[in-house]
Nanobody, 124 residues
Framework: QVQLVESGGGLVQAGGSLRLSCAAS????????MGWFRQAPGKEREFVAT????????DYADSVKGRFTISRDNARNTVYLQMNRLKPEDTAVYYC?????????????????WGQGTQVTVSS
């Protein structure tokens, strides 16, 4: 089992940047595909980004491509989400998740472990 703790959320103006971190403990971090999801009030949880076990493969939701970057440091058991050029529509609770699947995963139901979430609010 793995425990996930997100940090780095906050309030930022449109056009600004934030970097989210997700620290993992428990089983070997490098054995998990990692992902970021978000959920805005009144909306379903949606995929944001995913990264393979080695970090060599990534994928993003169309809405964040070119603005967000997912990365991981397996030595530090941490996955990051660098968010640039933030927009008010990026406002949501952001969750990191870990999957035992063999390759990158875009579907929430295929993730086995979830963090508690961190709030990101982008003001216009």
């Amino acid at each position: 089992q793995v425990q996930l703790v997100e940090s780095g959320g906050g309030l930022v103006q449109a056009g600004g940047s934030l970097r989210l971190s997700c620290a993992a403990s428990g089983r070997t971090f490098s054995s998990y595909v990692m992902g970021w999801f978000r959920q805005a009030p009144g909306k379903e949880r949606e995929f944001v980004a995913t990264i393979s076990r080695s970090g060599g493969h990534t994928d993003y939701a169309d809405s964040v491509k070119g603005r967000f970057t997912i990365s991981r440091d397996n030595a530090r058991n941490t996955v990051y989400l660098q968010m640039n050029r933030l927009k008010p529509e990026d406002t949501a609770v952001y969750y990191c998740a870990a999957s035992t699947e063999a390759f990158i995963v875009l579907v929430a139901s295929l993730y086995d472990y979830w963090g508690q979430g961190t709030q990101v609010t982008v003001s216009s």
